[in-house]
């Protein structure tokens, strides 16, 4: 089984709620709600990291930054 970072959509240093920079109604805004109902396991078989290394960025987050970047 593969090991994601965990995604913070809050975060503590940051003073804004990235959360609420998605404005409904947006392509960012359907992308994320796409992208996260997607089913992506089959991406788990390629990371080796159960036991050891360091957690990878999960294929959801990475598809969303790819997608939006086009």
Excluded: E, I, T
Excluded at 12 to 33: E, I, Y
Excluded at 44 to 70: E, F, Q, T
């Amino acid at each position: 089984m593969a090991r994601y970072r965990h995604v913070d959509h809050s975060p503590r240093l940051l003073p804004v709620d990235l959360d609420a920079q998605l404005v409904p109604g947006s392509f960012a805004h359907a992308l994320h709600h796409l992208v996260d109902r997607l089913d992506l396991s089959a991406f788990d078989a390629h990371y080796r990291n159960d036991d050891n290394g360091a957690p990878a960025h999960s294929p959801s987050m990475l598809l969303k930054a790819v997608l939006l970047r086009y």
